[in-house]
C-alpha cells in the first residue's frame, strides 16, 4: 500500500467499490490517474437494488463495460408498471414512449455479480482495487487526505471519494447527515422462485403495487426469479410486533393481487429488511473531499433511482476530480458545480417519491391523459432523464400541477388502494 511519505501518493482514494465507487476508478484510472479503491467487504456480496435506469447505459458505455453486461445475460428491462392494491387499475410505462428517449431498454440485474462486473472492470481499467479492506480513521490536512485501514499502513491522496454507502465515512466525520422527516420507512425484502409473471416483453417490468398505506415492489431476474420487497411506515413495522419473515408473508396475505402472485413462489434467500434509510447529505464536497452514491444521501427504493444515481454521481464525481487535478484552480467551481449537479437530480426525485406516498399522485399517474406529451415526461423521468431541457421542465410542472388539482377535485377517479370488498 502506498504511505504517506512516498512519491507516489495517490491522486484520489476511494472508499466503497459499489457502482458509484467503480464508476469513478474506471474513468479516473482511464485517464492516467493514480487511484485505489478501498473496499470493506469481499465481491461477489448480496445487494438490493436489482433494476437499472436507460439513462445509465450512455454512462456504462462511456466506461467500457457494457458490452460485459450485456454478455452477463441480465434480464432486459422495458419499463415499469404501477397497480392498484384494490385490483381496480394498472398501467405499463415503457420506455420507447418516454420524452426524448436515448435508450429503450435498461436491465434487471443481480447485484452481487452487476457490482463484481464493474468492479472488476475497474481493476482491468488500471484502478488498485483492495477488498477486504475496512477504513477506520481519516485525517484531513491542507494538502492530501490520509486514510488509516484497519490492520494497516496509512495511505495518503490528494483527494478523498467517498462512496462508502450507509456507512457514509466522511458525512459521520463531519456530521453533515440529515434525515427526510416525510420518509421514515421500512423494508422487507427477499429472492423468489415460482412469482406468478407475465410472459413476452411484459414480464421484463418492474412492478409496482400500491396499498393504502404500503407498497410492493416485484423486479424479475430471471425467467424463474424474482425480487419481492414491500416498504411500510416503521411505526407501522414496529406496531405488528412480528419478524421480517412474518411481517412480509402477513403483507402477501392481506393483499389478493399479491397473494395470488406469491402462492406458489418459494423464497430463495433469507429474508432482509431494512429501516429509516432514506437521508441525505447536507453538503456533498469539501476542499479535499466528494460524496457519491448511497454516501450523498438515498432516498426510497421507488422508481429504482438508487443505482442511477450512483452511477451518475461516480461519473460526475470523476470528471471534477479530474478537472481538480489538471488544475488546482479550478477545483472550487468543479466541486461546487458537482454538488449542484447531483443535489438537483435528487431534488427531482425527492418530488417524485414524496408525492408517490399520496392518494392523488397514484390516481393521477394511473389515470395517464394524453396530452401536451405529459405522460411521456412523467415516462422520462422513470428512466432517469435529468430534466435539464426547458421542454421536459414545464411538462413536469404541469403533471405535478394536475397532481395539486386531484387533492380537491377529482379530476381522475378515486381509488381505494385496498382490496374490495363483495
Known amino acids: 500500500m502506498i504511505g504517506p511519505g512516498d512519491a507516489a501518493m495517490l491522486d484520489v482514494a476511494i472508499i466503497g467499490g459499489g457502482p458509484a465507487g467503480s464508476t469513478a476508478a474506471t474513468l479516473l484510472a482511464k485517464a492516467g490517474r493514480k487511484v485505489a479503491v478501498f473496499e470493506r467487504d469481499h465481491f461477489p456480496r448480496f445487494h438490493i437494488g436489482e433494476s437499472l435506469l436507460p439513462f445509465s447505459m450512455t454512462a456504462l458505455d462511456r466506461l467500457g463495460v457494457l458490452p460485459k453486461i450485456e454478455a452477463a445475460g441480465f434480464m432486459p428491462k422495458h419499463g415499469a408498471e404501477i397497480a392498484s392494491g384494490c385490483g381496480e387499475r394498472e398501467v405499463r410505462f415503457y420506455f420507447k414512449n418516454g420524452f426524448q428517449p436515448q435508450h429503450d431498454t435498461a436491465f434487471q440485474v443481480v447485484r452481487s455479480e452487476f457490482d463484481k462486473i464493474l ?193 451518475l454521481g461516480g461519473e460526475k464525481a470523476a470528471d471534477a476530480l479530474g478537472a481538480a487535478l489538471d488544475d488546482s484552480r479550478t477545483r472550487a467551481g468543479a466541486f461546487r458545480r458537482y454538488g449542484r449537479d447531483i443535489t438537483g437530480v435528487m431534488r427531482i426525485y425527492l ?49 405535478h400541477a394536475i397532481v395539486a388539482l386531484q387533492r380537491v377535485i377529482p379530476v381522475s377517479p378515486r381509488l381505494a388502494l385496498t382490496p374490495l370488498r363483495a
Not at 355 to 371: D, G
Not at 380 to 397: D, E, K, M, P
Request: hydrophobic share 45%.
Open 119 to 311: 468492479l472488476d472492470h475497474s481493476a482491468e481499467s488500471g484502478a488498485v482495487v483492495h477488498e477486504g479492506t475496512a477504513i477506520d480513521r481519516l485525517e484531513f490536512e491542507r494538502d492530501h487526505v490520509t486514510l488509516h485501514p484497519r490492520g494497516g499502513e496509512p495511505i495518503s491522496a490528494r483527494y478523498l471519494l467517498d462512496c462508502s454507502g450507509r456507512n457514509a465515512m466522511v458525512g459521520s466525520h463531519f456530521d453533515l447527515r440529515k434525515v427526510y422527516p416525510k420518509l421514515r420507512k421500512f423494508a422487507v425484502y427477499a429472492h423468489y422462485d415460482g412469482v406468478v409473471m407475465p410472459t413476452g416483453i411484459d414480464g421484463t417490468l418492474t412492478r409496482m403495487v400500491r396499498a393504502r398505506d404500503h407498497w410492493f415492489w416485484l423486479i424479475p431476474l430471471s425467467p424463474t426469479r424474482t425480487s419481492v420487497g414491500v416498504v411500510m411506515d416503521t411505526d407501522r413495522f414496529k406496531a405488528l410486533g412480528l419478524s421480517p419473515e412474518a411481517a412480509l408473508q402477513q403483507a402477501f396475505d392481506e393483499l389478493p393481487v399479491m397473494r395470488d402472485r406469491m402462492a406458489g413462489a418459494t423464497a430463495v434467500s433469507k429474508v432482509y429488511a431494512s429501516g429509516d434509510y432514506s437521508y441525505r447529505s447536507q453538503r456533498l464536497s469539501g476542499d479535499r473531499w466528494l460524496l457519491a452514491g448511497d454516501a450523498a444521501g438515498f432516498i426510497d427504493p421507488i422508481f429504482s433511482s438508487g443505482v442511477f444515481l450512483a452511477i
Open 351 to 399: 418530488r417524485f417519491v414524496e408525492a408517490w406516498y399520496r392518494s392523488e399522485f397514484v390516481e393521477t399517474l394511473m389515470a395517464p391523459r394524453e396530452f401536451f406529451d405529459v405522460v411521456p415526461a412523467v415516462n422520462a423521468v422513470l428512466a432517469g432523464n435529468l430534466g435539464n431541457s426547458f421542454a421536459l421542465r414545464w411538462r413536469l410542472w404541469l403533471f
